[in-house]
């Protein structure tokens, strides 16, 4: 039998994002996207750092509307990992400025 | 003092997906992109999984050509996030039609 070793760093993300995925996409009896529920059930659960600072109400039914690039009222898996990548992006962004805050990056 | 609180699982993806590609990008002076050595270095530790059932010792050199979207030799953090969004997608559909045989999604 061959030997399963434990999953890297990097498939443990992988795993992980498409875990979180499904979890709040099959909130719904459809579990392939994200209705808007669903979408700001996620964002007040996972990213609950980000939301409750957010004064404008009206900031996660624009982001919803930016992100899903097929307009189908519904994020798929694609779409969803273009809010992660949008966010990670922007955290290391930050992560460079503050390590080199001489730099222009 | 604000309380912290423990970081949610879209939070701690976030976070690893940072501290990898900073572990690999930093192995040379410049921490900003993954060199073609840094490149290789990521897939053959943290995909080796992927890397290891490949028989055609080109397919590396290409997918980091097709990454390096602005063709600087490099990939910058947004193009490591597309080629974790690949695997992310590809691992998503094959859950997708494992779970609905029957479906065409």
Redesign the interface.
Known sequence: MAKISSP???????????????KYAGKDNY??TLSKTEFLS?MN?????FTKNQKDPGVLDRMMKKLDLNCDGQLD??EF??L??G???A??DS??KA?HPQKR?
Chains 1, 2 share one sequence.
């Open positions: 890297t760093e990097t498939e443990r993300c992988i795993e992980s994002l498409i875990a979180v995925f499904q579990n392939c996620f659960t996972e990213l609950a750092a898996f694609q990992l273009n992660i990548g966010i990670a992006v955290c290391h992560f460079l390590a990056i």
